[in-house]
């Protein structure tokens, strides 16, 4: 038995499993898109022609593009705050954000559709303290949908913020300020700068990931915050209308696929150079 | 020579057009200690690891004990190795280590426990059974390693670079205990170390690789005084070189600008030579003669380092080359030197190699 | 007031503060509700009691799909965990081009949406009446958590030295006998960190559970969304607080075995 062999039985399994029910119903997925009714391109002329349609890819990018300033303008302060806390309040933080990637997001999602919804804990204290008078709509809406995305998709942001953060000399600081910079000029100009790289890895990753969020929108979002996975999700379920989920489907995968190559080579173009 | 316990028989290992090593030929006596001596990436550990079963051979042969060793897979091959940083299992304790080539052989528990402790008493760490692997110094940790490695009484065992972690003093240390292991067991050792002093201290006999090829095997005193390719002469000790043509090539002897030497390896006559001299072959005489030096050169001072039981004097020949002298503190007092000043070298014809430029 | 460390200290503070309230509070609140004498999801509950979880148990529809998610979960993370080690350990002995393109199929279900991957998989499986059985769900659970054990098998590979395995071959182990004394020891801990990983993924599940299940074969979460979508009591928040603390128990267990692998393996 060379190793080579041996290789082979220990992978075989899993490629075979991979292969069989993953590659190919994704293929399958392909090809349906561009075979029915007839074989050609009019399911994706659908998607991009119509206004429904159109509208959903809006939301899908605007949601998404929102998230990712979200986490951004939240995760900032927070990773700075992590960096230059004591241990003990770091690793309570850490924990804290990271129990995202522990816990399911239908969980998450319904605990804040309790509190927010019309007869949710936030309304009810309002209207018992006597604040507001009619319940607020906080729920089924861009803010609803936010709201949970950001709480979810924020340690993407932070971590890598984090990592970048931590490894930043403090005297880079000092020395922009001895030089005669104000500290907002030595934050906007020396600072910021030097954390680019977490904050692009951070927003890449938080907007390719929401592109595809499924659960937070349908639970916590409007009529018109339908996001692109929500739609392949109806046409499937109520219509049995494959031809256009598949052509939704691979919209959506190329779409990420493309993303993700044309940021990560600015990545590599801007690495080089400095 | 007896019937040798390890025969390398024209062994080779290319990757693709790269040869990782060539033409090793090497007979091993029972109960001789081996060094493989070369830079890294000169194929003395690709030989180690062909002889251990890692690596498959290309070309040619191995033999141990008459018989081939080929077709033995590494488990079955019954040869003991230290591995470079030890490589103990980090989820055993020592007693567990060296216990584990004694239970894939099937030994029995009772006499597991008994040889266990034997070896380790052997490497002076009685005791120190229950302990993790980690919980151990440096050295320590390199002597469990020799225990594993030597407690299933291999008829072979190969230690590969098994110092090279350890500071020099703890190093010096333990080259004399592994001697002593080896003397009081009578194993036969294959020790590979890119170390020259180390190797020469230790060594009953030493490969020099280089370039994946053995340049030359011989002992220790024969490899340093009678070299028979530059790269040994230059790899082994300090030596200086005057580069020319051979001239006046007669059985032994030539020539090299002048200056005559005993041939190290066949040459023909103008063909590009060294002539190898060591430093402390190389006479400063200033006016005092020494007794039985036939040949002379003349330079210049370049620089006299003071180094206690010593003196060591840079000299720049005529031609720019440079070239270093040592010499002993009482004889160093006769011949007082001064930077810038000429000086007059000697040195004894059958003290210089003449060797192949290459 | 700018360059007063009080200040900034403070803000600090409130800033820590305000992101363990968004972050905590809504679990918080969850749980706190599911021991709620009230019949509403009201909050601070009226009194505390156990009824919910009592409904919970009592209720063969939840009770059925607890069992259903476990048994899906169970064999999915086992044959995830087998799969993905053996996947692990091949491609870290492999160099070529080959190993990485594998290695990145074997993660695309990670990487690209869930949603094509539950599309593409209702769509085949479908056909091959592997829809609304569990043994569909669990095919389908298998190539969602199998990226999980991969790549933290593949972390501690990477770590891992070699020349263990080749002192074990020289000292006379043959090579299965080396995995199962060598290797598989000190790799432990990271596959059962990748199991747990799984076992969380499994239960956790929704999207794929959601188009491969019937009302016959149901598992949890796919129960709840439904439930969510009609008319919601403290029931949902009974289980919401079990598949939390399932995650929290998942989480605790893979620290313990980290810190204990930190202290025998030293890898």
Redesign the interface.
Known sequence: ?T?KN???W??A???T???V??????L??LQ?SVSEPVWGLQNYETVFGKAVYVGVLWNTASIAGATTLLCALIGF??AY?MV??RPW?RK??IF??L??F???????S??????LQR???IN?LLIGIGLIAQPLDLVYNRFGVLLGMV?IL?PFMVFPLFSVMARIDGSFFKAATNLGAN?LRAFFRVYLPLTMPGLATGAMLVFIIS??Y??TPE?LGGRGDTMI?QL??QR??EFGD?PL??AL?IV??VG??LLFIVINSIFKLRGGRS | MTEPLLKLDNIGKAYGAVDAAKDINLDVAPGEFVTFLGPSGSGKTTTLMMVAGFTEPTAGHIHLGGKPLDPIPVWKRDIGMVFQHYALFPHMSVAQNVSFPLEMRGVSKRDRKQQVEQALEMVGLSGFGKRLPKELSGGQQQRVALARAMVFRPSLLLMDEPLGALDKKLREHMQLEIMHLHKNMGTTVIYVTHDQEEALVMSDRIAVFNNGRIEQIGSPRDLYEAPQTKFVADFIGETNFITGKAEAVSGQGARVRGLAGQLGTDLNEGAPAVLAIRPERLHVVNGHAVEGDDNSLSGTVREVIYLGQSRKAIIALEDGTEVSALEQAAQAEATALEVGAPAALSFRARDARILADV | MFYSAKFWGGLRGVINALLVVYMLAPLVIVLVISFSSALFLTFPPPGLSLQWYDKMFSNPTWSRSLITTLKIMVPAAAIATILGTAAALALSRMQSKWALFIRGVLMAPLIIPVIITAAAIFGVFRIWGLYGNLQGLILAHVILTLPYVLSTVSANLVMFDKRLEDAAANCGAPPWTTFRRITLPLISPSVLSGMLFAMVISFDELVVSLFLSTPRVRPVTVQMWSNIKGDTDPTIAAIATVLFLFSLIALLADGVARRKSGRAAGL
């Not at chain 1, 029910?21 to 994704?26: A, E, G, R």
């Not at chain 1, 522990?102 to 969980?107: A, D, E, K, M």
Request: glycine share 6%.
């Open positions: 038995m190793l041996r290789n082979l220990l992978i399994p899993a490629v499993l991979i292969g029910c993953f590659l190919y119903p994704v399958w997925l349906r302060p927070v705050s230059h806390s309040i309570l933080l804290v954000v129990i995202p522990w816990t399911s997001i239908l969980v998450r319904f605990a804040w559709l309790v509190i007869g949710g804990i009810d709480q924020l500290p592109l595809g499924f659960i639970m996975a392949i999700f499937i379920d494959w989920a598949s489907a959506l995968l990420t696929g």
